[in-house]
């Protein structure tokens, strides 16, 4: 198993550009996350999702949208990019049947110019 | 809204002793899971430990253990025979399901460096 993948790694970004952080998990999760983490903010939860076709906001949703047409795939859309959200965006999943432990990707390091 | 407030935001042990980080949550829920995740310079968050609510027993995985105080809402990991490979960030998080909402929220975290 690859377990939870994200693209891009690293991205630079002009204000007002838009963009998608794709993120990927082969371990049929039905829950899946987005998260972004700021030095001393610890992560803050941006959407989530408990199954395909079902999507939430969490606490920071402004700015972003997501979807969540497959089990495999949640990919986080950047609408018109702000120098505000510069940040590392992380990916997680998990199900229930595992307690609720978080799988995380290896992170997206985006920074808007 | 739940609340997880880790107050340390570093600390430092040598290498072989014992260090305790705290971490404490705000909640109305019964049921829910606390969780500690370590991140090391690598990035990638890794779980370390984690409790269910429900159980009275303290949550302990090798070196690392927690002492779960549900009434006073404190969830504190204690490493033992701390390693050079322990240097990291450690975050205490929480996951409440009672309204079917899933919803993970994280402290700030505690940056732990273990000294040689």
């Known amino acids: 198993n690859a377990g939870v993948t994200q693209t891009p790694k690293f991205q630079v970004l002009k204000t007002g550009q838009s963009m998608t952080l794709q993120c990927a998990q082969d371990?049929?999760?039905?829950?899946m996350s987005w998260y972004r983490q700021d030095p001393g903010m610890g992560l803050r939860l941006i959407h989530y999702?408990?199954?395909?076709?079902?999507?939430d906001q969490g606490e920071v949703p402004n700015g972003y949208n997501v979807s969540r047409s497959t089990t495999e795939d949640f990919p986080l859309r950047l609408l018109s990019a702000a120098p505000s959200q510069t940040s590392v965006y992380f990916c997680?999943?998990?199900?229930?049947?595992?307690?609720?432990?978080?799988?995380f990707g290896p992170g997206t390091r985006l920074t808007v110019t | 809204a739940q609340t997880v407030t880790q107050s340390q935001p570093e600390m430092s042990v040598q290498e072989a002793e014992t260090v305790t980080l705290s971490c404490t949550y705000d909640?109305?829920?019964?049921?829910?899971?606390l969780f500690w995740y370590k991140q090391p310079p690598s990035r990638q968050m890794i779980l370390v430990i984690r409790?269910?609510?429900?159980?009275?027993q303290n949550a302990t995985e090798n070196r690392f253990s927690v002492n779960f105080q549900k009434a006073a809402k404190s969830f504190s990991l204690k490493i033992s025979d701390s390693q050079l490979g322990d240097t990291a960030m450690y975050f205490c998080?929480?996951?409440?399901?009672?309204?079917?909402?899933?919803?993970?929220?994280f402290g700030t975290g505690t940056r732990l460096k273990v000294l040689a």
């Open positions: 371990m049929n999760h039905e829950y």
């Open positions: 409790q269910e609510a429900y159980k009275q």
């Open positions: 998080a929480f996951m409440g399901g009672a309204s079917g909402t899933y919803k993970y929220i």
């Open positions: 909640t109305s829920e019964n049921n829910y899971y």
């Open positions: 999702s408990v199954g395909a076709g079902i999507t």
């Open positions: 997680a999943s998990s199900w229930t049947g595992d307690r609720y432990e978080q799988y």
